[in-house]
């Protein structure tokens, strides 16, 4: 009854193909999903095995950690699905193997090509780091290689989230593989997780160059004074910024130990260094389309001599903070962080603050018309650059609707530069901000002196 149960399961949306791959509790198999053909990977796990060993916990830690992770360099986990015996984890498949093979039995990567999987390893567990993820268990095993020959982190079953810290803030719970793992974590004494994610990078890099570990010892205490003392050396082939980047990784004193921000200022890290932009400067001008649809849709009507007009309906329903009717016309399209803003300034005069402002916070500036502008971020991301455009919306006579919409990067990051940096740059031509409790109503509801005739308008109170 439970394979039939099991196989309803996956054959109702997934088809499961050849076993690529077996762990202590778990397999995983080559999947398809029936409605796009896409492949897929499925890792079933037997649920009793995990309760006899006392993993349940780390399980549920797994999937909502990974949950967590959205970023070109981590494994994506599509779907968790259950039957009474079983748990498959239904994940992005990535069909390259793992970074493991390209340095086992002493094998060793050219500098260029250990330094954009070093890039791409950074940039993720940055990101995880600002979701509040510690890995934990990095190291090359853990790192698979997609069709691209691009990194994806993977096996978040050794992960920490911030629930996991102990009133003094640190994790105490050793874990991890002993050749890559901190000294901090070997003490007992409790550990950042971030900082200790670091270290294990810096080990990883150092197997890619040297094709072996640079803590090594058959014996188990010997190799733990190693780690210790971060007692090691460098090969003769080791270039003088390489020794000297992994010398500030590698630091047996977690406090001395570089940050990621550091690595990244790093001009050996910095080489090569991709950067993925969602528009070009003058020199370089892409052409952008621009739809008109109906009006009578509630959706934008573009002008090329003027701004385009903003519906009311979309402005009550955008910054009502208690008028929310989105959710009732919601498409398959994934909706784009937004956050606006209502003036009664020009729309020219604020088209010029928004420039004076990005400018002044470095970001590079390309006014696509009249009334709208796209920004660009000076510095690389945790999900790359910070694209962010703004439009100014014609609302009536006497007021103007901005609105700032994230086009690529880190939406965290796009939240801080908003709540950070445009607010205070932008606050004196700012009537009301979208969301903001009190400032935004719907007249005709007898609150704020409607005139009665049941017509809607939007008034600050």
């Known amino acids: 009854?439970?394979?039939?149960?099991?196989?309803?399961?996956?054959?109702?949306?997934?088809?499961?193909?050849?076993?690529?791959?077996?762990?202590?509790?778990?397999?995983?198999?080559?999947?398809r999903e029936l409605s796009t053909g896409e492949s897929v990977a499925i890792k079933v796990i037997n649920k009793d095995q995990i309760k006899d060993q006392g993993m349940v916990e780390q399980i549920q830690r797994e999937i909502s950690a990974t949950r967590l992770l959205r970023h070109p360099n981590i494994v994506e986990l599509?779907?968790?699905?259950?039957?009474?015996?079983?748990?498959?984890?239904?994940?992005?498949?990535?069909?390259?193997?793992?970074?493991?093979?390209?340095?086992?039995?002493?094998?060793?990567?050219?500098?260029?090509?250990?330094?954009?999987?070093?890039?791409?390893?950074?940039?993720?567990?940055?990101?995880?780091?600002?979701?509040?993820v510690s890995h934990r268990d990095i190291k090359?095993?853990?790192?698979?290689?997609?069709?691209?020959?691009?990194?994806?982190?993977?096996?978040?079953?050794?992960?920490?989230?911030?629930?996991?810290?102990?009133?003094?803030?640190?994790?105490?719970?050793?874990?991890?593989?002993?050749?890559?793992?901190?000294?901090?974590v070997l003490r007992k004494k409790g550990y950042d997780g971030e900082k200790a994610d670091i270290w294990s990078c810096g080990v990883v890099l150092y197997v890619l160059l040297a094709g072996f570990l640079p803590f090594h010892d058959e014996n188990l205490m010997n190799l733990y004074r190693k780690i210790f003392k971060a007692e090691y050396e460098f090969p003769p082939w080791f270039s003088y910024e390489t020794r000297k980047l992994i010398s500030k990784i590698l630091m047996a004193d977690p406090d001395r130990r570089i940050s990621i921000q550091g690595i990244r200022r790093v001009s050996w890290y910095r080489r090569g260094l991709q950067r993925q932009t969602s528009f070009r400067l003058k020199n370089e001008r892409v052409s952008v389309s621009v739809s008109s649809p109906d009006l009578t849709t509630g959706t934008l009507k573009k002008s090329t001599s003027s701004p385009a007009f903003f519906n009311a309906f979309e402005l009550i329903s955008s910054m009502s903070s208690g008028f929310d009717l989105s959710t009732l016309f919601e498409t398959s399209t994934k909706k784009k962080v937004a956050s606006i803003f209502t003036s009664k300034f020009s729309a020219a005069m604020i088209v010029e603050r928004i420039e004076s402002a990005a400018k002044g916070l470095r970001y590079r500036v390309e006014k696509e018309d009249d009334y709208k502008v796209k920004m660009e971020a000076a510095e690389e991301g945790r999900k790359g650059v910070l694209t962010v455009t703004a439009e100014v919306f014609e609302m009536a006579t006497e007021m103007t609707v901005v609105e700032f919409t994230k086009d690529a990067g880190d939406t965290l990051e796009y939240e801080k530069f908003c709540e950070e940096d445009v607010r205070p740059a932008l606050k004196d031509i700012v009537w009301t901000w979208q969301g903001d409790d009190g400032k935004c109503s719907v007249y005709g509801d007898g609150d704020c002196g409607g005139d009665g005739d049941g017509d809607v308008s939007v008034k600050s109170c």
């Open 1 to 31: 009854m439970e394979e039939q149960q099991r196989q309803i399961l996956l054959g109702g949306k997934y088809e499961k193909g050849k076993l690529i791959g077996t762990g202590t509790f778990a397999k995983v198999y080559h999947g």
């Open 140 to 184: 090359p095993e853990n790192l698979l290689l997609n069709s691209n020959d691009d990194l994806k982190i993977t096996d978040f079953g050794f992960s920490a989230l911030p629930e996991q810290k102990r009133y003094d803030g640190l994790l105490h719970t050793q874990c991890g593989t002993p050749a890559y793992v901190a000294p901090e």
């Open 78 to 132: 599509r779907e968790v699905l259950a039957t009474r015996s079983k748990i498959y984890y239904v994940m992005e498949y990535v069909p390259g193997g793992e970074l493991f093979a390209k340095v086992a039995g002493g094998g060793r990567l050219k500098e260029d090509v250990a330094r954009k999987y070093f890039q791409q390893l950074i940039s993720a567990i940055d990101f995880c780091h600002s979701r509040g």
